[in-house]
Each structure stands twice: as structure tokens, then as C-alpha cells.
């Protein structure tokens, strides 16, 4: 089995930073996307980011520029580093990660327990 752990979150006051991590561990052969997504309270999760295993990424257009999602795949470590934190940016941040167990079989989409993030003053 597949186990993602997300790291980082915690409370930032407005105009703040955070940078979270999210680490993948267990029978890996390949991960191919992964991608952050977030629930704010009374909402549905939404997509903040991906990146593939190519380096491309995606951002939703909320956190265009202020956001970055980054992965260091030799340590199967996926990043998001989060600048001019505003207050609509709390939420609960999940981990996703699409992974390859061995070759050969399909891959399988995993998510990590998740990271609270609060903006607040």
C-alpha cells in the first residue's frame, strides 16, 4: 500500500507564508501526477495545483501567483510553497497523488488525511 503525509499547515496571519509537504511512502514504482487540493469549511474540495511527472504544472486560478507547487521525485516529496496568504485560503489541504505500484498494473489514485491551514489575524 500507498501512504501520503501531509506536513506544514498551521495558522499565518494575512500576507503570510507557508510552505507544506506532502511525503509518499510504501510500494512505489512510479508517481506520475500529483496535485494539491483544498476544502474550505462549508464548500466542496477544489484543485490548487498539480504537477506532472514531465515538471508541468496547473494552478487554479485563485492562487495563480502566489502559489507554487514543486516535487523532488528522488524523495518522492511533493511541495506546495504558499505566499500572500489571504483569509479565503483557509481550508483543509489534501494531498493526491496518482502512483504506479509496480509495472505493469495500472496506476492508483491516493490521498493523504490532510493539513489544516488557517489565514487569520
Known amino acids: 500500500q500507498v501512504q501520503l503525509v501531509e506536513l506544514g499547515g498551521g495558522l499565518v496571519q494575512p500576507g503570510g507564508s507557508l510552505r507544506l509537504s506532502c511525503v509518499a511512502s510504501?510500494?512505489?514504482?512510479?508517481?506520475?501526477?500529483m496535485g494539491w487540493y483544498r476544502r474550505a469549511p462549508g464548500k466542496q474540495r477544489e484543485l490548487v495545483a498539480t504537477?506532472?511527472?514531465?515538471?508541468?504544472?496547473n494552478y487554479a486560478d485563485s492562487v495563480k501567483g502566489r502559489f507554487t507547487i514543486s516535487r523532488d521525485s528522488a524523495k518522492k516529496t511533493m511541495y506546495l510553497q504558499m505566499n500572500s496568504l489571504k483569509p479565503e485560503d483557509t481550508a483543509v489541504y489534501y494531498c493526491?497523488?496518482?502512483?504506479?505500484?509496480?509495472?505493469?498494473?495500472?496506476?492508483?489514485?491516493?490521498w493523504g488525511q490532510g493539513t489544516q491551514v488557517t489565514v487569520s489575524s
Open positions: 504537477i506532472a511527472g514531465s515538471g508541468d504544472t
Open positions: 493526491n497523488a496518482l502512483v504506479q505500484w509496480r509495472l505493469g498494473v495500472s496506476p492508483t489514485n491516493y
Open positions: 510504501g510500494s512505489i514504482f512510479s508517481i506520475h501526477v
